[in-house]
């Protein structure tokens, strides 16, 4: 028998009816897709007898021949392979390969427009969910033709598996979530019984059954496996300069695959903030990836670098020229790490804080510099992509009670939130860096800080009390002409860590009157939204530690007195009423 090998995508797609029919059949088969080899483009487009002109997949290769045409392949396997003594392929009855040929057709007029749909361009992705729901709306074009095939199989069942009904359950098979295509609702199936029966009947026969239960079946891989064998792809492929064409069209499929397989098919693993993990090189997994207890460390470290790759992504895309395609990656790329940090911020913050500080570079958690990160441009992307990340843990605090949860994350992530609060520290804030970066920069600091407060024990939350406050003094110090540098979030960080700032009053407070007392040029908008702030930040500090304030009273009161010019007399009139109660 000749070796087969097939090529195509890690889908279901043109490709599983000829996946299946080897299957039923026993007949073995190389099953090549780009998570299996890494040089599967350059190999598709030396083997494809089409191309340069079109280099469509799936191709079959064997004895020194590259077919291609889905179709034509799986007639011609349905001729050679039989199940329990019949071809699946009918070679005797021609009326027999007319009700085939009548299934196949049908199912791809079922396929077609959901294809469509993967290769339209939309302006966002609201616009291709909707697409995709209007197709299965009670007038949809696949709504009509779901309804057929119900009908058909209703009027008869199969008694023996051919490639007609193997193909027109592969293509249904597509409508059921967990599937590639993420926008399809979950239910999108139910209302058809006869379709139902015929997924019971396929999906119970032994060999297919073994064959989706196997470590080997395309969809049944542990979701941890394919994670590690996605993230090289993402994280390698999206290499700056080279991005367009062929790379560009990955995101959106990789993109499709991690979301509805690994996000939402799968969920991600419970105990991933259990695991031991060491992001600052690349483990060799792949050895022992099959074994049961090296699946989390594998999802873990994976995640850290599935997040990582979709920053470097958003972030190498956003420094190109924008083509249709580009712009639809970018969206893409923005979406998934949006969705993968918020899934990891609520869930596993541990994992989550692992993603930012490799992402971020922080020393002894991340690889060396690599040669892609010598861009400046893509470097300051990044930066600015990942602190971006922090509105995941604002999300976080919006699904959470603000108590402290004993069970919680707590050491394991106070380490964590010190290393990042160091390095952002260090290297964003203490440089000279662009407005809104620094600004990104503390909304993230603020949103650690409240993270510290419910989330972390007391006793670990002081040392980030101790990095944040001197910068946030010596930012105010600095600050007057610079409001969005300013330590804007100095009000909300008082409020939330109460006297945890008591330590570290000498180095808050009188930056924070000395910017009060200087006289502005009266008239500047952005000296007036300073003082204001200023003024605010103040009357938080009153209103949690009055009673400490005592050696700074004078020159609040100086602070109060002052008349009602930049801050505005409601602002002065509350820290004067702090003031009298403190
Ligand atoms: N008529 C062809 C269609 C092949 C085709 O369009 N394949 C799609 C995937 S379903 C593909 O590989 N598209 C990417 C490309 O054309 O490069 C067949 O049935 O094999």
Known sequence: MPEYELLYWPVSGLAEP???????????????????????????????????????????????????????????????????????????????????????????????????????????????????????????????????????????????????????????????????????????????????????WMSSLPAIKAYYESSQGRDNYKPALMLLLCVPRIDFTWNGPKLGGENARALPWLGAFFRSSILGGYGLPADLDREEVETSSFPDFTAEAGEEEVVGAVAAFSLCHGARALCIAEAALQG?????????????????????????????????????????????????????????????????????????????????????????????CAALCESLVQHISKKILAGDGEDDVVAKAWTLLDDICHFAKTDVPRTRSTPLVQMVLPQAGARLAAASGRLQASGIEVESLVTCLGRNVLEKLKDLVPPLLDLALTRRQEGKQDAAALERLVLRALGALCRSLGPFLSPFLDRFLEVSCRGPKAGGPAVLQELAGELVKG
């Open 320 to 412: 190109l020229e924008e083509s249709k395609e580009q712009v639809l990656c970018l969206q893409r790329a923005a979406e998934l790490r949006g969705l993968l940090l918020r899934s990891l911020a609520v869930n596993h913050p541990v994992t989550f804080f692992r993603s930012l500080a490799l992402t971020l570079g922080v020393k002894g958690m991340a690889p060396k510099a690599q040669p892609l990160m010598q861009s400046k441009e893509l470097m300051a992307n990044l930066v600015s992509t990942v602190l971006s990340g922090s509105s995941a843990l604002k999300v976080r605090r919006g699904l959470r009670s603000d108590e402290a949860d004993d069970e919680g994350p707590g050491e394991a």
């Open 18 to 200: 000829i996946r299946l029919s080897f299957v039923v059949a026993g007949i073995p088969f190389k099953d090549t897709t780009p998570l299996t080899d890494p040089e599967f483009n350059d190999r598709k487009l030396a083997l494809h007898p089409y191309a340069p002109d079109a280099a469509g997949l799936p191709i079959l290769v064997f004895d020194g021949k590259v077919c291609c045409q889905s179709r034509a392949i799986l007639r011609y396997i349905g001729r050679l392979a039989q199940h329990e003594g019949a071809f699946l392929y009918p070679t005797e009855d021609p009326l027999e390969q007319l009700l085939c040929d009548e299934l196949i057709d049908l199912s791809e007029d079922l396929r077609r427009p959901m294809s469509a749909t993967v290769t339209s361009q939309y302006k966002d992705a609201a616009e291709k969910e909707a697409a995709r729901h209007a197709l299965l709306a009670p007038d949809g074009e696949c709504t009509k033709f779901l309804k057929v095939l119900d009908k058909k199989f209703g009027e008869s069942f199969p008694t023996k598996l051919t490639i007609g009904n193997i193909y027109a359950w592969s293509i249904v098979t597509m409508f059921r979530q967990p599937t590639f295509i993420p926008e399809i609702p979950a239910d999108a199936l139910s209302p058809y019984e006869n379709l139902t029966k015929l997924h019971q």
